[in-house]
């Protein structure tokens, strides 16, 4: 095994997990997220010698992300099936019930506003850097943002006090009690 | 809208965290596939250049071999007019040579 193949393992079992994480966001699906995950890993290492000990992180990010939109500007993967309603959970505890909410909302927001907010809000990056992984402007991620919010917000419905830290706690008292 | 913020974090982070079911393929497994990937970019990289290069060599050999045109003679000048005088040329002028006769010697000497 090379040096490279060892920093690769290395990288790999330490950032692997949470990579899949961003792409599972982004299509709420397991088997597309690890989809997605192994194209990028296999993307960083082939860039891995350039790369070397700086940016691959963020490069691992752009790759999913990025793959991700292109695989949605396919129509043939387009295999969400947005329903009308948040679905009933009453079987299952309050922190996986708000879980699946939350998750549920997120397929309806589209594509693009998605990833800005999966970037924003779980790769905990700023608007400038958001703006470099998608290849836009820092203004468009601002917008995207506010719209995403809103169709999230939207989606959630009856539940959208989630959104906010009393609907937080409303929530959890709700279900604690 | 900071504490939105915050609250969006929190739950991206519940979503996100999951643990999920085990990773289906291994850090072995993206390392063989890259070394494959790699290789064939390498190939394709080495028979693109050797393309390139017959290219080149046919190309440079054509031109090489192509039967050179005889060259064209160049045209005579034009003739121009002028107004003033004009010069006759050497081959033109007569010239007159003197002859002289000898008177034949008679038989009354």
């Known amino acids: 095994m090379t040096t490279q193949d060892e920093d690769f393992s290395a990288y790999f079992a330490a950032r692997a997990h949470a990579l899949r994480g961003t792409a599972y966001l982004l299509c709420g699906d397991w088997h597309r997220a690890e989809d997605i995950t192994q194209v ?47 679905p009933e959970l009453s079987t299952v505890d309050g922190d996986a019930e708000r879980r699946l909410l939350v ?70 008292g709700r279900t604690n009690g | 809208m900071d504490r939105e913020d915050e609250r969006l974090k929190s739950l991206f982070g519940e979503v996100g965290g999951q643990q999920g079911p085990p990773l289906g393929f291994s850090a072995a497994g993206v390392a063989r596939r890259g070394r494959r990937i790699r290789l064939v970019r390498r190939a394709a990289a080495a028979v693109g250049g050797l393309v390139v ?43 007159t040579t003197p002859t002289t006769t000898l008177d034949t010697p008679t038989a009354t000497d």
């Open chain 1, 40 to 86: 990028a890993m296999t993307k960083l290492y082939l860039a891995w010698p350039r790369l070397r000990d700086h940016g691959m992180d963020a490069y691992a990010r752009k790759v999913v992300v990025r793959t991700f939109l292109a695989e949605n500007r396919r129509l043939w993967r387009r295999r969400e099936h947005v329903t009308g309603e948040p």
């Open chain 2, 53 to 95: 290069l017959a290219v080149v060599t046919v190309s440079v050999a054509l031109a090489a071999n192509r039967e050179v045109e005889p060259a064209t003679p160049p045209t005579p000048p034009l003739v121009t007019t002028t107004d003033g005088p004009t010069a006759t040329p050497e081959y033109l002028t007569t010239t």
């Open chain 1, 103 to 172: 998750e549920a909302a997120l397929t309806a927001v589209p594509p693009r506003q998605r990833a800005v907010l999966v970037l924003r809000y779980w790769n905990d990056l700023s608007v400038e850097e958001a703006a470099e992984v998608l290849g836009c402007s820092p203004g468009t991620v601002k917008s995207q943002t506010a719209r995403g919010i809103d169709a999230l917000r939207r989606r959630l419905g009856p539940h959208r006090a989630l959104l906010t830290e009393e609907g937080g706690d409303l929530w959890t």
